[in-house]
């Protein structure tokens, strides 16, 4: 049996969705299949089952059928560093940081990594769904691309283009993108998917028949847009989510770090309708919320000195609102951070922290990379940490602020009662797990209801 790649026609036209959506089909009708992306570039990254971290996308897809995951899933993932830095991961481990310019220029060391990798996935499992990144046709790029051209051609996927027909242009990004690609594996894309339809699907008749007849390529779909607010891959979908606010009785206001991570955090305040979620990043936003969230930051320092240009240090301390500080963002809460190695930040730096917990935090060269159950709040609650600035407690409570090391904390149903309660009585909560279950099973309907997945099936068993 062939394996897929999923390649996009524009950037953010749904390559990550619809690559877990085809995954989670092709597990329901009995094919042994796992998700996979050779490089990644995100700061929203997991812990996953064997150890090591990967991005959310792979894990989210891997997480909807019951796969454990593993570091194969995405061998290489890239984070924010310092200036036109990156910090390397490679099968889930932290190799230091990169420059753009020494990353590309090694890039031909990574593809044994990779392939590799993909080996060790197909040899337990007949089908792997390859999510692409970017564009595949940036020409001067594509010796230099392992996501969608080194995949492709090493292992002669079937593929499959997403075009994204709400922001235009999507003939055009068709038409491009398959004419630009390399002969040999025109001949393997076995069609596209029309992504993020609005409105009348009858008006798109005329475009099915420009794409099938003038372009020769194949329709396997028109998927109407549906909203999907769960494995935010990136900042950029993350700020696409859409909430139901008619019944909110509490306003939580996010801080916006410029290096915001790990935003998956939020996925349960997203879903609850008694919640009214937002991120802000300026004090007359934060004077409407009830609740105040300091998120997971790639580069807590700067986005420390972030925080107090805005005048948010101050405000803090004097408005009395509730608070809820994660990973980075409890680094904050602390007296004093320390990164005298230049790890996180541009030089080795003390900075002072905002003061609400005695305590230094000290940035160390071993990240600690770990999940499991913690007892939080005097509740067990399963979450994760990937952190290199440490610190005593792992959590703590002090008044109306809650801190802590480990990302996770909202997913747990009692945890949110407990804290929301406080703010407002009138909270009920809600059982996220049970409408996470649901949302990934009625999206992947709605996929499979809009596209031949017959004719796609029949293109990787031929």
């Known amino acids: 049996m062939h394996s897929l790649s999923i390649f996009g026609t524009s950037s953010d036209a749904g390559k990550s969705t619809l690559s877990f959506a085809l995954t989670y089909l092709l597990h329901h009708r009995g094919i042994k299949v796992a998700p996979f992306k050779a490089q990644n ?246 004077q409407q919320c009830d609740l105040l969230i300091l998120p997971g930051t790639k580069r807590t320092m700067n986005d420390l000195e972030w925080l107090k240009k805005q005048g948010f240090d101050t405000f803090l301390k004097e408005s009395g609102k509730p608070i809820a500080a994660i990973c980075g963002g409890y680094q904050m809460m602390f007296e004093t951070i320390s990164d005298t190695e230049g790890i996180e930040s541009d030089e080795p730096a003390s900075v002072k922290g905002l003061g609400f917990l005695k305590g230094e935090v000290c940035f160390e060269r071993e990240k600690r990379v770990k999940k499991g159950v913690y007892s939080l709040f005097g509740l067990q609650i399963e979450g994760y940490e990937i952190h290199n600035g440490m610190a005593e407690p792992l959590w703590a409570q002090k008044e109306k602020v809650y801190g802590t090391f480990v990302h996770g904390i909202f997913d747990n149903n009692d945890f949110r009662k407990m804290l929301f309660s406080q703010i407002n009585p009138a909270y009920r909560g809600f059982d996220f797990q049970a409408y996470k279950e649901e949302s990934i099973r009625s999206f992947a309907a709605h996929v499979e209801e809009n596209m031949d997945m017959d004719r796609l099936m029949k293109a990787l068993i031929e």
């Open 41 to 286: 570039v995100s700061n929203n990254s997991r812990v996953c089952d064997s150890g090591g971290e990967i991005a959310q996308a792979q894990y989210f897809a891997a997480e909807s059928i019951g796969l454990p995951t593993s570091s194969d899933m995405n061998p290489v993932l890239l984070k924010s560093g310092k200036g036109k830095s990156s910090s390397l991961i490679i099968n889930g481990q932290s190799r230091g940081i990169k420059s753009v310019l020494d990353y590309y220029d090694e890039i031909q060391t990574l593809k044994p990594v990779v392939k590799e990798a993909f080996l060790r996935l197909r040899s337990e499992f007949a089908c792997i769904v390859a999510e692409g990144a970017g564009s595949p046709v940036e020409l001067n790029l594509m010796s230099r691309d392992l996501s969608n051209i080194y995949i492709s051609t090493e292992f002669r996927t079937k593929i499959v283009l997403v075009a994204d027909i709400e922001r235009g242009g999507v003939f055009a990004s068709i038409w491009g993108v398959y004419n630009l690609l390399p002969e040999v594996l025109r001949a393997n894309v076995v069609g596209v998917l029309v992504n993020k339809f609005r409105g009348d699907m009858s008006l798109f008749d005329a475009g099915r028949e420009i794409i099938e007849k003038e372009f020769g390529i194949p329709v396997l779909g028109v998927i109407p847009y549906k909203s999907f607010n769960l494995g935010f891959e990136d900042s950029q979908s993350l700020l696409n989510y859409t909430q139901d606010v008619s019944q909110s009785i509490i306003t939580v206001g996010v801080l916006h770090f410029p290096h915001i991570s790990n935003f998956t955090d939020f996925e349960p305040l997203v879903a609850d309708r008694q919640i009214d979620l937002r991120f802000i990043k300026s004090l007359h936003e934060a």
